[in-house]
C-alpha cells in the first residue's frame, strides 16, 4: 500500500488504544509503519534494481522483526532522555509494551502490502516465493476515505460537545470505527475476489480451458475487477463485476503466447529480464524484428487492465542483427522511468 495509508493506519491503532499503553506509541506506530519501505534507496540503481530489492528482505517475517527492534531501541532511549510528559495522566514509558507497538506496526506494513497485488515475500532470505491476497488496490481511495473519516470523528466529536455542553466523548472510538472498516473493506473485497475467480473458471475460452486465473482489484470499485486467464495458446483479459451474474468470455484482448526464437532465447538471458521473469505472474513476450535487428518486449498482464492508459510493468530488450544487447530497460508506468 501507499505510505500515506500506512501511516493513517498507524494512527488508527494508536488512537484505537495503544497510546494509552505507553508513552511515544503514536511515533513508534507512524515509524514502525513506514521502515519497511526504507527499501527504495534502492530506486537509486534503477527501475530494475528498485524492482529487484522492493518489498524484499525489509518486507519478510525476519526483517519486519528486526526492524521493529530498531525502532524499539531508538523511540526508547530517546524516549529515557526526554522530559517529562505535561499531562499527569500520559501514561509511562513502558518498554514491553512499546516493544508490542512496533511489532504491531511493522507487521502490518506486511500484512497491509500482502494485501495487494504486488504481493511481498515473506519467507526470505530463505524463500524468494511471492504471495499476494490480491484483493486490494496499491492506492485505495476508498480506503483512504474511511481511514480519513475515521480519524476525523473524535474531532467532530469534541465540537459537537462543546456546543452542547456534554461532557467530551472518547477518542477511541474514531481509531476504532477507522480499523472496523479496514478490516469490513477487506472482507467485502475478498468475498468480491473469490466470486470473479469463481466465474472465470465456469467458462473455456476460444475453446480451451482455463491453466491458471487471476483477479485484480480496481483503484475505487469494490465489485470492477480485472479477469486474467491463461490457456495452452494465449492469455485473455477481460472486465468482470462481482455483482453481475457472470462473465463474458466472448469480450476479452488476447495475447497470443510467441513461440520460441533464438532473438526472444536471448533477451531472456539478460539481467533485465533474469528480474522480471521473477517477478512477473503472467508472463506475455513479444519480439517483433525491424531493420536494426529484434525488439523484444516483456509484460506481467496482471497489470495490464482494459482501461488502462498505459499498462504498467514493462521490459523492453533490443538486439542487433546478431542478438546482441543493445539496450534494456524495466518501467513500472510502461514509459521510459
Same mark, same amino acid.
Given at each position: 500500500?501507499?505510505?500515506?495509508?500506512?501511516?493513517?493506519?498507524?494512527?488508527?491503532?494508536?488512537?484505537a488504544g495503544l497510546n494509552r499503553k505507553t508513552r511515544y506509541a503514536a511515533l513508534a506506530l507512524i515509524v514502525g509503519v513506514n521502515i519497511p519501505d526504507i527499501d527504495i534507496v534502492t530506486r537509486l540503481g534503477g527501475s530494475a534494481t528498485y524492482l529487484k530489492y522492493h518489498r524484499g528482505i525489509?518486507?519478510?517475517?525476519?526483517?519486519?522483526?528486526i526492524l521493529a527492534a530498531v525502532v524499539f531501541a531508538g523511540v526508547y532511549f530517546w524516549g529515557r532522555s526526554a522530559p517529562p510528559p505535561r499531562k499527569a495522566t500520559a501514561p509511562p514509558l513502558n518498554r514491553v509494551w512499546l516493544l508490542a507497538t512496533c511489532l504491531i506496526a511493522t507487521f502490518?506494513?506486511?500484512?497491509?502490502?500482502?494485501?495487494?497485488?504486488?504481493?511481498?515475500? /515473506?519467507?526470505?532470505?530463505?524463500?524468494?516465493?511471492?504471495?499476494?491476497?490480491?484483493?486490494?488496490?496499491?492506492?485505495?481511495?476508498?480506503?483512504?476515505?474511511?481511514?480519513?473519516?475515521?480519524?476525523?470523528?473524535?474531532?467532530?466529536?469534541?465540537?459537537?460537545?462543546?456546543?452542547?455542553?456534554?461532557?467530551?466523548? %472518547?477518542?477511541?472510538?474514531?481509531?476504532?470505527?477507522?480499523?472496523?472498516?479496514?478490516?469490513?473493506?477487506?472482507?467485502?473485497?475478498?468475498?468480491?475476489?473469490?466470486?470473479?475467480?469463481?466465474?472465470?473458471?465456469?467458462?473455456?475460452?476460444?475453446?480451451?480451458? %482455463?491453466?491458471?486465473?487471476?483477479?485484480?482489484?480496481? /483503484?475505487?470499485? %469494490?465489485?470492477?475487477?480485472?479477469?486474467?486467464?491463461?490457456?495452452?495458446?494465449?492469455?485473455?483479459?477481460?472486465?468482470?463485476?462481482?455483482?453481475?451474474?457472470?462473465?463474458? %468470455?466472448?469480450?476479452?484482448?488476447?495475447?497470443?503466447? /510467441?513461440?520460441?526464437?533464438?532473438?526472444?532465447?536471448?533477451?531472456?538471458?539478460?539481467?533485465?529480464?533474469?528480474?522480471?521473469?521473477?517477478?512477473?505472474?503472467?508472463?506475455?513476450?513479444?519480439?517483433?524484428?525491424?531493420?536494426?535487428?529484434?525488439?523484444?518486449?516483456?509484460?506481467?498482464?496482471?497489470?495490464?487492465? /482494459?482501461?488502462?492508459?498505459?499498462?504498467?510493468?514493462?521490459?523492453?530488450?533490443?538486439? +542487433?542483427? +546478431?542478438?546482441?544487447?543493445?539496450?534494456?530497460?524495466?518501467?513500472?508506468?510502461?514509459?521510459? +522511468?
Amino acid at each position: 500500500m501507499d505510505n500515506l495509508t500506512h501511516t493513517l493506519t498507524g494512527l488508527a491503532m494508536s488512537q484505537a488504544g495503544l497510546n494509552r499503553k505507553t508513552r511515544y506509541a503514536a511515533l513508534a506506530l507512524i515509524v514502525g509503519v513506514n521502515i519497511p519501505d526504507i527499501d527504495i534507496v534502492t530506486r537509486l540503481g534503477g527501475s530494475a534494481t528498485y524492482l529487484k530489492y522492493h518489498r524484499g528482505i525489509t518486507h519478510s517475517i525476519l526483517g519486519v522483526t528486526i526492524l521493529a527492534a530498531v525502532v524499539f531501541a531508538g523511540v526508547y532511549f530517546w524516549g529515557r532522555s526526554a522530559p517529562p510528559p505535561r499531562k499527569a495522566t500520559a501514561p509511562p514509558l513502558n518498554r514491553v509494551w512499546l516493544l508490542a507497538t512496533c511489532l504491531i506496526a511493522t507487521f502490518s506494513h506486511l500484512l497491509m502490502d500482502y494485501t495487494n497485488s504486488y504481493g511481498v515475500r /515473506p519467507f526470505l532470505p530463505f524463500s524468494g516465493r511471492w504471495v499476494a491476497w490480491d484483493i486490494m488496490f496499491v492506492v485505495d481511495p476508498l480506503l483512504l476515505g474511511l481511514l480519513i473519516a475515521g480519524l476525523g470523528m473524535p474531532a467532530v466529536f469534541r465540537l459537537v460537545s462543546e456546543e452542547v455542553g456534554a461532557r467530551k466523548q %472518547p477518542t477511541r472510538s474514531g481509531g476504532v470505527f477507522a480499523l472496523c472498516c479496514l478490516m469490513g473493506l477487506w472482507g467485502l473485497r475478498d468475498f468480491a475476489h473469490r466470486r470473479v475467480l469463481g466465474m472465470l473458471d465456469s467458462h473455456s475460452y476460444a475453446n480451451e480451458n %482455463p491453466l491458471r486465473l487471476g483477479a485484480f482489484p480496481s /483503484p475505487a470499485n %469494490p465489485f470492477a475487477w480485472t479477469g486474467v486467464v491463461e490457456t495452452d495458446s494465449t492469455f485473455q483479459i477481460l472486465s468482470a463485476n462481482a455483482l453481475a451474474d457472470d462473465v463474458d %468470455p466472448e469480450h476479452t484482448t488476447i495475447f497470443h503466447k /510467441p513461440e520460441s526464437s533464438p532473438a526472444l532465447e536471448a533477451a531472456m538471458k539478460t539481467r533485465t529480464a533474469a528480474i522480471f521473469k521473477d517477478f512477473a505472474r503472467f508472463l506475455w513476450s513479444q519480439v517483433v524484428e525491424d531493420e536494426d535487428g529484434y525488439e523484444v518486449t516483456l509484460r506481467d498482464l496482471r497489470f495490464n487492465s /482494459p482501461e488502462a492508459r498505459f499498462p504498467g510493468f514493462v521490459v523492453e530488450i533490443k538486439l +542487433d542483427k +546478431d542478438l546482441r544487447v543493445r539496450s534494456e530497460s524495466f518501467s513500472f508506468t510502461g514509459r521510459q +522511468d
